[in-house]
């Protein structure tokens, strides 16, 4: 029994002889379901965020470089699994971050008081250059290089939030939700990524991915809990 590219025939088969699924049997199976799991979250990931951008009309506390280079990142990334051929399970997320993460940098550039001609000559470079990445036509070698880059450009650009929010002593407008679906999927895309035998490059950008937003999920409940009893005092 095959479906969505998952066979099920080997766990089925077990469980109707009265036995469990050996681990060669289920590790793929829950593999498979976990990737799905993580891109059906990925639809809505950052929602949390773009919704409570929106609700307050303000981006404070948000650092308009580190949403830009998340963008650029996915892009490196979802060029380089289409590249490689990964099972969509593996990497699908990716196109749905990809999009967001583009809403969610047109909302803060929207709300900020002052977007300069830097930013928009970035925005135009971006728009010239993204095309021709996603459909993969760059040399072969060049690619490679640019996929060992994006680990330090998704780092990169965590850094600056992370910055922020530990000069300010606040997470300002950051979405607990949003990292904390992060933060869980990268733990399952590490599972997944081993188990599909996916490049060494792509576990290592999991494993970054669960350190950075970490860091800032934690900053978030250590910043937000001081806010949130100074304003019950006030009351």
């Known amino acids: 029994m095959d ?9 089925i088969g077990s469980l109707r002889h009265g036995k469990f699924p050996e681990k060669d049997c289920l590790l793929p199976l829950i593999s498979k379901l976990l990737g799905y799991c993580i891109v059906a979250a990925s639809t809505t990931v950052k929602l949390p965020q773009i919704l409570k951008i929106l609700k307050h009309r303000s981006v404070r506390g948000l650092s308009v470089v580190a949403f830009e280079l998340e963008v650029v990142g996915y892009t490196i990334s979802l060029a380089y699994c289409l590249h490689k051929g990964l099972p969509f399970s593996a990497y699908g997320e990716l196109a749905f971050l990809f999009i967001q993460a583009i809403i969610l940098v047109a909302i ?12 928009w000559i970035r925005t135009l470079l971006f728009c010239a250059v993204a095309p021709t990445v996603l459909a993969g036509r760059i040399d072969p070698v060049l690619f ?6 994006q680990h330090a450009i998704f780092f990169l650009a965590k850094v600056p939030q992370i910055w922020e929010n530990f000069k300010n002593k606040s997470t300002g407008e950051l979405s607990f939700l949003t990292f904390l679906i992060n933060f869980g999927g990268a733990m399952a895309r590490v599972f997944t990524s081993i188990q599909e035998k ?3 490059s792509v576990i290592l950008g999991s494993v970054r991915s669960v350190l950075t937003n970490g ?7 250590i910043y937000q809990r001081p806010r949130a009893q100074k304003e019950k005092k006030e009351d």
């Open 198 to 200: 996916a490049p060494i």
């Open 108 to 119: 803060i550039y929207y709300f900020s008081q002052d977007v300069g001609t830097m930013t």
């Open 144 to 149: 490679e290089a640019l996929y060992a880059s």
């Open 3 to 11: 479906y969505l590219g998952i066979d099920f025939s080997c766990a």
């Open 215 to 221: 860091t800032i999920l934690s900053q978030i409940i």
